[in-house]
């Protein structure tokens, strides 16, 4: 009788969840994959109507044989070896900084930091397209009567502009995330380390990071999940005069355009499941590899 009474309230309790679940995250992917088996066609010689046809796989085929959308990847395999380790490596640098003995006016730092994530991505990206842009930009100005001349739209410069805006709006968000695992390690066990005459550098490098583990590899997984999601600083940035960033820069925006230039949903659809897959895909060797390193500690 207790038995199932607690199993009717974890069913009402659970049953909100499961029920914004499926219509927030089952239904859409259901409805992608049934979008992705189908294509348009016009009936007749192109002067007729458009007809749904059953197309299978092709729209798939189509997606992994187009340069565009895999060259997208690689766009996405820089950004991800530019941006992840120096986020990781910032914002842990700034959490330790703030965790030790010597940072003043800590509450100060923390909202400075944590500010630009305020920001709204889109306003952000302008922001800093503006402050790209030369004539407009007094960055570009201050650089050029330096002597530093340095493109943010060309080819070279597009992948760093937009790790930087990246950098800028989640740096201060995740040093947040590994602050406040710094401020949940016993402060016993420091003091114990600097009682056997370890420096502040050892007690950062070989105490609270190994002891904040969990953290750093939540961090770097949702990381790797939000970096093949870049969608929002490249099209802003793709606005840009001369811009290198095309309108299929990354497979996201190969999705948008396919779906809202090209309307071809089918191949949207298709192209966005293969991220998906993707995504879960690193996000399973993420936590293979982590959870590896954890048994071997």
Not at 92 to 104: E, F, I, K, W, Y
């Amino acid at each position: 009788m207790k038995r199932a009474r607690t199993t009717r309230a974890a069913a009402v309790l659970l049953g909100p969840f499961f029920v914004l679940f499926t219509l927030a995250m089952v239904l859409p992917i259901g409805y992608a994959v049934w979008l992705s088996l189908f294509t348009e066609k016009q009936s007749g010689l192109g002067f007729g109507g458009t007809e749904t046809v059953f197309s299978g796989l092709d729209n798939y085929t189509a997606a992994l044989g187009d340069r565009a959308f895999r060259e997208g990847f690689g766009v996405l395999l820089g950004y991800c070896l530019f941006y992840i380790p120096l986020l990781l490596a910032g914002a842990l640098a700034l959490a330790l900084l703030l965790d030790s003995t010597l940072a003043r006016a800590r509450r100060f730092f923390q909202l400075a930091l944590f500010l630009p994530h305020a920001v709204p991505g889109i306003i952000a990206a302008l922001i800093w397209v503006y402050l790209y842009t030369p004539q407009l930009s007094p960055v570009v100005d201050a650089m050029e009567s330096g002597g530093i001349g340095f493109d943010f739209f060309s080819p070279g410069g597009a992948l760093p502009s937009v790790v930087n805006i990246a950098l800028w709006e989640w740096l201060g968000y995740n040093m947040v995330i590994f602050y406040a695992a710094l401020q949940a390690i016993d402060r016993s066990v420091l003091e114990a380390a600097t009682v056997d005459g370890a420096g502040a550098w050892r007690i950062a490098i070989g105490i609270k990071v190994p002891l904040i583990r969990a953290s750093v590899v939540m961090v770097a997984l949702f990381t790797v999940i939000g970096s093949l999601q870049l969608f929002t600083e490249p099209l802003i940035l793709n606005k840009g005069t001369g811009s290198a960033v095309t309108s299929t820069w990354t497979p996201n925006m190969y999705a948008y355009t396919a779906a809202f230039e090209r309307n071809d949903y089918g191949l949207a659809a298709a192209a966005s499941l293969l991220l998906a897959l993707t995504a879960a895909l690193l996000s399973f060797v993420v936590t293979r590899l982590t959870g590896r390193k954890g048994k071997k500690a």
